[in-house]
Structures are given as structure tokens and as C-alpha cells.
């Protein structure tokens, strides 16, 4: 079964940083990996999606690559605010299986 | 479009009572899927469907758990008895093709005391 894993669980920077954050999954045989980040008692919200045979995508402040191979993603946010704070989550679509995995989250506080 | 819409936002009921989630897909999405959030197990796909048809319902946790889609506008997701391990975050997701970008509503909380 394919586990996705999310570290570090919590991560505090101050405004103005740039950070990493990252993701790494079991099983390479994936359709796409989406990123998404979550904002306490919202629901989620899309930022990121990378198909398979994609290496980056980027979204103004963000770049998540990918590298299936190796089974790791990364968000990199630039010039972090505020109002980056919340739960950043990553998923995968694993291939085979109509399923979407998701790990566990990373907490992001972003220090004014 | 107004992006995922789900009701009720929040639900406290009695043990062994029925509730009703509600969900609106995105208009022209033809996949939806049900998710639940807990502390313990972060997000777990419960139930999908395609163009209103369950596909895949093994992540749903019991025979008290069951879900419908009467048209491609609606879909609900029932507990009948609940039970306080039933407490969680309810979230709906919906898409167009299974493997694209998927748009999450903002969930239904749940509290079963």
C-alpha cells in the first residue's frame, strides 16, 4: 500500500524566509502528486499539481518538483508571509488505483 | 461556480442517531469522492463515484455507513446508527477525470457525543 510521508511534522520561519517543504512516497507508480495546503477548520485547497512526467510546476511563490524515481516531492515557497501559515498537505494519485494518498501534513507558522 | 458546496458545516448528534451529509460537485464534474479527517488517520477516502456510479467502496469503514448519488448535482453520505468514533471531518471532493486536480469542499464536522 503506498505511504506518503510528510517531514518535518511542524516547521516555525520568519517572515521573509525561504523554505523546503517535503514529501515522500513508497511507491513510484503514480498518475500525478498534488499539493495542497489547509487552513484550520477550512477545507483544502489546490496550489500544485505535477503529472508524472513532469518534472516542476510553479504558482507565483511556490515550485513543487518532482522526482518519481526517488519518490520525493518538494514545495519551496519564496519569500514567506503570514499569511502562509497553515497545513500544507501533499497527495498522490497512485496508478491503478483511483485513490488519491495523502500524507499527514506539514504545520507552517510564518513569524511576522 | 461556487466550488464544492457541502452541508450541513457543522452536526452534533446523539449516539445512534442518523445523519445526512450533503454534497454539490462542481457543474460538469464527473467524478466525486468522499474523505474523512481525523487526528489519528489524517484523510481517508471513504467512497468515489463516476459519472454517479460508486466505483470504489472499500474504504468505507462499516455496514452503518452508505452513500448515495441520485443525479450528478447531489450526493449524500449516511451514518445510521453513529457513533462517537464517527466523529470527524466529512470533506467532498469532486473532478473532472479521475486523475485531475481535485476541489475539495469545506467539510462537514461531526460530532457524535
Known amino acids: 500500500k503506498q505511504e506518503v510521508t510528510q517531514i518535518p511534522a511542524a516547521l516555525s520561519v520568519p517572515e521573509g524566509e525561504n523554505l523546503v517543504l517535503n514529501c515522500s512516497f513508497t511507491d513510484s507508480a503514480i498518475y500525478n502528486l498534488q499539493w495542497f495546503r489547509q487552513d484550520p477548520g477550512k477545507g483544502l485547497t489546490s496550489l500544485l499539481l505535477i503529472q508524472s512526467s513532469q518534472r516542476e510546476q510553479t504558482s507565483g511563490r511556490l515550485n513543487a518538483s518532482l522526482d518519481k524515481s526517488s519518490g520525493r516531492s518538494t514545495l519551496y515557497i519564496a519569500a514567506s508571509q503570514p499569511g502562509d501559515s497553515a497545513t500544507y498537505l501533499c497527495a498522490v494519485y497512485q496508478t491503478g488505483a483511483n485513490n488519491l494518498f495523502f500524507g499527514t501534513g506539514t504545520r507552517l507558522t510564518v513569524i511576522p | 461556480d461556487a466550488g464544492v458546496i457541502q452541508s450541513p458545516r457543522h452536526e452534533v448528534t446523539e449516539m445512534g442517531q442518523e445523519v445526512t451529509l450533503r454534497c454539490k460537485p462542481i457543474s460538469g464534474h464527473d467524478y466525486l469522492f468522499w474523505y474523512r479527517q481525523t487526528m489519528m488517520r489524517g484523510l481517508e477516502l471513504l467512497i468515489y463515484f463516476n459519472n454517479n456510479v460508486p466505483i470504489d467502496d472499500s474504504g468505507m469503514p462499516e455496514d452503518r455507513f452508505s452513500a448515495k448519488m441520485p443525479n450528478a448535482s447531489f450526493s449524500t453520505l449516511k451514518i445510521q446508527p453513529s457513533e462517537p468514533r464517527d466523529s470527524a471531518v466529512y470533506f467532498c471532493?469532486?473532478?473532472?477525470?479521475?486523475?485531475?486536480?481535485?476541489?475539495f469542499g469545506p467539510g462537514t464536522r461531526l460530532t457524535v457525543l
Open positions: 471532493a469532486s473532478s473532472f477525470g479521475g486523475i485531475d486536480e481535485q476541489f
